[in-house]
């Protein structure tokens, strides 16, 4: 099913609205004709026309034009036997503009390329820790990555249409710069003098990036839900209506600063009793008597499904305090559904029973379902290489005014 | 200023967005105009050409239609001296539609008509208990409010477009049905079944309506906020981008039911230590050691003006769990400020300090502000009705074809 253009546009939050005149109309409809044929295709010219509710003669038109843009390709006749003009099934074309995912990790840095029919083309990572380290030499590193994973997309026929950047921090509503990313020590850095120029580019808050993510590639995922992740903090991402909220600083989602006891010990936010000192990955690995070493969350997966009663203990807690919190949230928020992803969808089954056990002891009537992600930690990633293909698909002449 | 009618349109959440096209569009810029004069009249042709981006001829056209309406009126030519040919002054007109606005309270029933003007122009109040009566006589006698004033309204020039009604309790998407309203002891309660069924009607929960006056009529009210009000129960309303969160059930904003101590006194909502056991009525009035009455509120706000030590204490405890409560909302959802209205407005005064220093105390940077609605408790019933009066605004041809 194809979400309405102007609301596809709207999800990120960051689109420019298109004008209400005769030329705002065409560039609509021209993304709601590659939208269509993205999400169901292949299809023909008739089937885009019945499914968008315009005429066969104006979707010829704007089809023609996302053909010569290179955006739409014919796949020839379909086949034969079937009663009328045969028709040409239209695709999204698998070359032209493509989307550039990255991520910086307090673990890894990560680069993709996406295609306009959402294939994963060119893949890098680089594994070492980020922690406190300053932003110039971790930029530098990503900006390798970007190039190599661009240079092999250009092989295959491929153009970067943009450049988003998932981190765990808070990133101010201009897209580019980093309030606050404790985990990896930054303050006040504007990433867009930092990364290539030549590509425009997002930078959004891992947790947003996961959300969104979950919205156009999740399974049957709906459109009022509130995403769950973490990497060392806690985050979510609410989602209203297929949209991301993103608050009045860009800083809506931290869920991990949500009070679940009011007199509990201090957090760095210069709160008491955050949720983060309950169920952030320090607090469980301190509660379950482990170091804090590279792959803490493999380290906690392996011990639980190991037996290792600590461990298992500590995430039974870590799943109580997020259901206090999130009970918070969801009478807050109405929301469909909770959807555990990133890391914590990795520790969902020692978690899931006691989160799910204080959500509905809190609930008079039926709780809140909670879901687990199936893209897992790769959804920031995703998320934001997506992000750049969807902008192409809800704005198609712009992109083709710069390839 | 005029918000884009788009969003007007959308703000209640209910509307019906208008079709991408030729009729759709004159249909949009039919509210465009008549949202201009609205906020910004009286104003010449010329001036709302400019204001809106038409042609001078466009705006011409769409202004004589709604005229012919009864939407608009001239006010005769605009006053000599000025260059060029006198334009004639156009305002929205003080006759014609309105909208009802009625609202049901645990202690009173109250409905009014206001103009396209926004002005008040009939109003009229029953006091007494609506604790645990049934449905059919509160609504029996709500009608007989609504039937004073639609006679005083036409006896006016108006005629009534729609009736909005504010219930305190839970209500469906529907629009018409109370799924639970625990202090008036209603559940599932269908009033369109009980109400004049000569207008559309929609019912929303007071909160809602609450914040959406604050958004329509509030002082420089920002398009991101949290409204937080109470009458029995506190209720808050989400409105993010001039939009009001309603949620997957239109259950979003229950503020009152998030936990504030997790191990604190059982609700009747299922959960424990929610911010109604600290904050709402019935336990602020146990804490201060005073018997529930018909004017609670103002009975608080009489003692601790007078310096009552109990009172003054059990507010500045509320406040406290009020600070709580908004820490992890304001964590969430990232608003541009909280605004305390409805019966809370009056209590401000012992309830701020400790709310605000709560908050400080719990955030690094500065806190969101708290602002006290000006609206107070007549909130809920002018949202009612000025909603009525918006959809007119946002869509004038819908109302045209109905008069």
């Known amino acids: 099913m194809t979400a309405p ?20 109309m065409r560039r609509r409809n021209l993304g709601r004709v590659l939208h269509t044929v993205s999400a169901e295709g292949p299809l023909s010219r008739a089937a885009v026309a019945s499914r968008i509710g315009l005429t066969r003669a104006a979707v010829s038109t704007l089809v023609d034009e996302l053909i010569r843009s290179g955006l739409l390709e014919e796949l020839g006749p379909e086949r034969p036997g079937r009663v009328g003009r045969p028709g040409s099934a239209l695709a999204v074309s698998g070359r032209g503009p493509a989307g550039i995912g990255a991520e910086v990790g307090v673990d890894h840095l990560t680069a993709c390329v996406v295609d306009l029919r959402g294939r994963v083309r060119a893949r890098a990572v680089r594994h070492g820790t ?9 930029t530098r590193q990503l900006t390798a990555l970007i190039r190599e994973v661009v240079a092999d997309a250009e092989q295959q026929g491929l153009w970067a249409a943009g450049l988003a950047l998932a981190v765990p921090g ?23 003098a930092l990364l290539p120029t ?7 808050n891992e947790a947003n990036f996961g959300g969104l993510a979950e919205l156009w590639l999740g399974d049957g995922t709906p ?43 201090a957090c760095p936010c210069g709160g008491r009793g955050c949720l983060e000192q309950y169920a952030g990955e320090e607090a469980v690995l301190r509660a379950a008597g482990l170091e804090p070493g590279e792959d803490r969350v493999a380290l906690l997966a392996a011990r639980a499904a190991a037996g290792d009663d600590a461990v298992r203990r500590a995430l039974r807690d870590a799943g109580t305090a ?16 909770v959807v555990l992803g990133g890391a914590l969808s990795r520790l969902a089954p020692w978690l899931l029973p006691s989160l799910e056990a204080e959500l509905a002891r809190r609930t008079a009537g039926p709780a809140c379902p909670v879901a687990v992600s199936r893209l897992g930690p790769e959804g920031p990633l995703l998320g934001a290489a997506h992000s750049v293909v969807r902008a192409v698909l809800d704005d198609p002449a712009a992109v083709a005014e710069r390839a």
């Open 223 to 265: 459109r009022d839900f509130l995403h769950v992740s973490a990497e060392i903090g806690i985050g979510a991402a609410v989602v209203v209506d297929g949209r991301l909220l993103r608050g009045t600083r860009g800083f809506a989602g931290e869920l991990g600063h949500v009070p679940v006891e009011p007199d509990g010990p």
């Open 322 to 337: 997020l259901g206090v919190a999130l009970t918070g949230a969801v009478n807050l928020l109405d929301p469909e559904t």
């Open 170 to 192: 808070l990133i101010a509503r201009d897209g580019r710069t980093v309030v606050s990313a404790p985990n990896l020590g930054w303050h006040d850095v504007d990433l867009g």
């Open 198 to 204: 030549e590509f425009p580019l997002t930078v959004d």
């Open 5 to 24: 253009l102007h609301e596809a546009r709207a999800a990120t939050g960051r689109g420019r609205a298109l004008p209400d005149n005769q030329q705002g």
């Open 130 to 138: 980020n922690r406190d380290r300053a932003p110039e030499p971790v």
